[in-house]
T-cell receptor, first 116, second 114 residues
């Protein structure tokens, strides 16, 4: 079974631009989560989607948004980029989560975003 | 706000040494607990998890972790490390009233000297 794929793998943007990142989950997985990873900070949760609905959102400004399509693929958008947005953005998929229990997450390779 | 603390950001050990990586969380309710590992050049992957039952859980590659509820801890252990255990290790906690969010520790970089 193919793993989680993320495109593009690397991006270089300048301040003020916007960017869209894409994630294709493992076949059959309906939950997709997005994280920002920076050195020394671990993973910061951005949001989680299940069946095209955002179920949870982390403490990020409104410049960060996402969506999920009917085939479970997900996109993340960052508008008006800032230097501090430079990070590795990880996508993770899981089968399903019910009752507030986080299922095992399967991670993609990430998209390395550099903002100049 | 709830948080997860991993006490050591960097750990350096020699092969065959014993390993214990600390993980503490600040939340008084029911939790599910995870350890993930990221080997150099590879994706994050699950090492082990605790949902309920025996507080001593075993994972892949000889790792185990013990959930001690009274100490809010979920420390990762391995009796004898190998060079191939060099990686970054992350502890994550799912709070049962947080819906589907995992709270992550900052990670511990483990280097094993051959």
């Amino acid at each position: 079974k193919a793993g989680v794929t993320q495109t593009p793998r690397y991006l270089i943007k300048t301040r003020g631009q916007q960017v869209t990142l894409s994630c294709s989950p493992i076949s059959g997985h309906r939950s997709v989560s997005w994280y920002q990873q920076t050195p020394g900070q671990g993973l910061q949760f951005l949001f989680e989607y299940f069946s095209e609905t955002q179920r949870n959102k982390g403490n990020f400004p409104g410049r960060f948004s996402g969506r999920q399509f009917s085939n479970s693929r997900s996109e993340m958008n960052v508008s008006t980029l800032e230097l501090g947005d430079s990070a590795l953005y990880l996508c993770a998929s899981s089968l399903a989560a019910s009752g507030g229990i986080a299922d095992t997450q399967y991670f993609g390779p990430g998209t390395r975003l550099t903002v100049l | 706000a709830q948080s997860v603390s991993q006490h050591n950001h960097h750990v350096i050990l020699s092969e065959a040494a014993s390993l214990e990586l600390g993980c503490n969380y600040s939340y008084g309710g029911t939790v599910n607990l995870f350890w993930y590992v990221q080997y150099p050049g590879q994706h994050l992957q699950l090492l082990l998890k605790y949902f309920s039952g025996d507080p001593l859980v075993k994972g892949i590659k000889g790792f185990e972790a013990e959930f001690i509820k009274s100490k809010f801890s979920f420390n990762l252990r391995k009796p004898s490390v190998q060079w191939s255990d060099t990686a970054e290790y992350f502890c994550a906690v799912n709070l049962m009233d947080s819906n589907y969010q995992l709270i992550w520790g900052a990670g511990t970089k483990l280097i094993i000297k051959p």
